[in-house]
């Protein structure tokens, strides 16, 4: 009896230990697996945390400190003196929202959004920095827009959408005359033409992808590149004419 109770409690232990081990190999891969998709994460964060600090900031940026640091940092070398920018593959900048501005400069300085130009400037000035330029951004006009509908799609794309493409049109969001909504959907009636089409291929090809849950993605991959140009022609600004 007492030799089989020995092998009940050994056969127990053996037991107790196998299922201790399959447990920390499960919870060790487990772990591993989270730290691999955590890295991947880091590296390629998709977007900016809307957390609750990040909207205080965006809340506390102060027009008037962020109009000097912009001079500071010669923005307007490129966006204008007045965010309206001197070449057709600059945006505008004039008029964006201010969490819409924010998020796209937090995004450069911590290289979700890739540009060298703009990383640059973002990384050497602190977060309540970017937060009071892009309140100082929002107080300005934006450009007028064109209004040219080049073809017949254009109006459809733009007021109706096209349900076989599962397009939504882009009046829900960005508003009937470009002028964006709320905070997050940001204006683009006026947007430099040779920007907005870039920008719209750089979503189409996933080059730019910090957009939230990927909406201007999943756009911009269901439209030609025919459909960009011409949604530029209409939303877009006047482009510079180089004077000779
Ligand atoms: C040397 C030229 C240059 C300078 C200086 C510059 N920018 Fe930019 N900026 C650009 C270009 C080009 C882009 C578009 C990059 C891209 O495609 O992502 C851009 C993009 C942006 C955007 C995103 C616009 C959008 O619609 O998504 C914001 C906001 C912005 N800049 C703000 C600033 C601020 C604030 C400063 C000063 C700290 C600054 N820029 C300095 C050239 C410049
Ligand atoms: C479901 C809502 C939604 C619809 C529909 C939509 N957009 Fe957007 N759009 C957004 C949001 C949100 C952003 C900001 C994304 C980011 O953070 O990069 C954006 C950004 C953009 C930008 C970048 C602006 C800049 O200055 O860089 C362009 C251009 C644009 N949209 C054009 C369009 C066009 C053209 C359509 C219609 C074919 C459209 N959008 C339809 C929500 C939408």
């Known amino acids: 009896m007492k030799s089989f109770k020995n092998s009940v409690s050994h056969k127990t232990l053996w037991v107790a230990a196998l299922l201790a081990f399959a447990l920390v190999s499960l919870t060790g891969s487990a772990t591993l697996v989270a730290k691999k998709q955590e890295t991947t994460i880091g590296k390629e964060a998709p977007t900016m945390s809307w957390s609750p600090e990040i909207i205080k900031r965006i809340r506390s940026g102060d027009p008037q400190k962020g109009e000097a640091m912009a001079k500071k940092l010669k923005c307007q070398k490129c966006h204008g003196a007045t965010g309206i920018s001197d070449e057709n593959d600059t ?31 973002c990384e050497k000035v602190t977060d309540q920095d970017l937060a009071d330029m ?64 870039d920008t719209m291929t750089a979503y189409k090809e996933a080059d730019r992808k910090n957009d939230d849950y990927g909406v201007m993605r999943f756009i911009a991959e269901r439209l030609s590149d025919d459909e960009i140009e011409e949604l530029a022609l209409y939303y877009g600004s006047k482009p510079i004419v180089e004077e000779e």
């Open 134 to 197: 892009a309140a100082w951004y929002e107080t300005l006009k934006m450009e007028p827009m064109m209004g040219i509908a080049a073809s017949k799609t254009v109006p459809v794309l733009v007021n109706k959408g096209d349900m076989k493409r599962l397009l939504l049109p882009c009046e829900t969001c960005h508003n009937a005359k470009g002028t964006g909504r709320g905070q997050l959907v940001p204006s683009i009636g006026g947007q430099k033409r040779e920007h907005f089409i």
């Open 91 to 121: 945006p505008n900048i004039a008029g964006l929202s201010r969490a819409y501005a924010f998020k796209q400069l937090f995004d450069y300085k911590y290289g979700r959004r890739k540009d060298k130009i703009m990383r640059r400037r």
